[in-house]
């Protein structure tokens, strides 16, 4: 029985982590299950609440948050795991203020080093692939060097 093999092998996924819908789908398909099993499978683990993406982007950003990544870089993790982009600002505001861990990150690029434009411009760069905002690394810096904010 082919739908047996197929919860089976979506179980085994699920025992190991969290997945979104779209990305178990993905998954299960890959690994050549068929497609009326997989859809009739996920639907039913929706139902039962066993899959939710809602619970998953909130465990998806409150992990990458931890790491110290910004929104931006969050939001491109929600959508590479396929959340459904109505999911996305509620998990988002769930962020918590994000000051805290942008001077920590910039304290740690910089090292205790003088603030000069070079330095601050490596530091700005490596936290914009981190995922902050231009107006969140300003602000970092104007708290970490207010002469170097004023130019």
Request: a neutral charge.
């Given at each position: 029985?082919?739908?047996?093999?197929?919860?089976?092998?979506?179980?085994?996924?699920?025992?190991?982590?969290?997945?979104?819908?779209?990305?178990?789908?993905?998954?299960?398909?890959?690994?050549?299950?068929?497609?009326?099993?997989?859809?009739?499978?996920?639907?039913?683990?929706?139902?039962?609440?066993?899959?939710?993406?809602?619970?998953?982007?909130?465990?998806?950003?409150?992990?990458?948050?931890?790491?110290?990544y910004g929104?931006?870089?969050?939001?491109?993790?929600?959508?590479?795991?396929?959340?459904?982009?109505?999911?996305?600002?509620?998990?988002?505001?769930?962020?918590?203020?994000?000051?805290?861990?942008?001077?920590?990150?910039?304290r740690a690029?910089?090292?205790?080093?003088?603030?000069?434009?070079?330095?601050?411009?490596?530091?700005?760069?490596?936290?914009?692939?981190?995922?902050?905002?231009?107006?969140?690394?300003?602000?970092?810096?104007?708290?970490?060097?207010?002469?170097?904010?004023?130019?």
């Open positions: 029985m082919q739908e047996e093999a197929t919860k089976k092998r979506a179980f085994s996924m699920l025992e190991k982590r969290d997945y979104s819908v779209k990305e178990l789908t993905d998954r299960l398909l890959e690994k050549g299950e068929p497609p009326e099993a997989v859809y009739a499978l996920t639907a039913r683990l929706v139902e039962l609440g066993v899959l939710d993406d809602a619970r998953y982007a909130g465990l998806v950003t409150r992990h990458y948050a931890a790491k110290g929104a931006r870089r969050i939001r491109d993790e929600l959508y590479r795991r396929g959340v459904p982009k109505q999911l996305w600002d509620e998990a988002l505001g769930e962020l918590p203020d994000q000051d805290d861990t942008v001077d920590r990150l910039l690029r910089l090292r205790g080093a003088p603030a000069d434009r070079d330095a601050l411009r490596k530091a700005s760069a490596a936290l914009q692939r981190r995922g902050f905002s231009y107006e969140e690394i300003s602000a970092a810096i104007a708290r970490y060097a207010p002469e170097a904010a004023e130019e």
